[in-house]
Nanobody, 127 residues
Framework: QVQLVESGGGSVEPGGSLRLSCSISGNSFDNYVIGWLRQVPGKHREGVASIVVSRTPYYKDSLEGRFTISRDKVKNTVYLEMNDLNPEDPATYYC?????????????????????WGQGTQVTVSS
């Protein structure tokens, strides 16, 4: 059974950085699209970034340049490096697996198309 477990959240000052980790157990993630999504209380969950083998990662337009998604095949882990964090970034961050067979470009940012989720990790930005 495939499981996703996030870690690395915490509290940072504005301008600070965090690296989130999504550890994938139960199967290799080579054939999966893994996404990072986030949710602020009272708002819809939104796609942050996604990654799959041999493809250029996708990013939410406003985050590209500050956030970087990457993967470590040996550790079966996907990372989200977040830099220059600002007051718009606090949220619960989730990693999730996109359903198979979808067109990644048009699907990755849609939370309803993910079929397996981690428990989430909290990110807070405050001075």
């Amino acid at each position: 059974q495939v499981q996703l477990v996030e870690s690395g959240g915490g509290s940072v000052e504005p301008g600070g950085s965090l690296r989130l980790s999504c550890s994938i157990s139960g199967n290799s993630f080579d054939n999966y699209v893994i996404g990072w999504l986030r949710q602020v209380p009272g708002k819809h969950r939104e796609g942050v970034a996604s990654i799959v083998v041999s493809r250029t990662p996708y990013y939410k337009d406003s985050l590209e340049g500050r956030f970087t998604i990457s993967r470590d095949k040996v550790k079966n882990t996907v990372y989200l490096e977040m830099n220059d964090l600002n007051p718009e970034d606090p949220a619960t961050y989730y990693c999730a697996r996109l359903r198979s067979g979808l067109t990644i470009r048009t699907s990755w940012a849609r939370p309803e198309l993910y079929d397996l989720w981690g428990q989430g990790t909290q990110v807070t930005v405050s001075s």
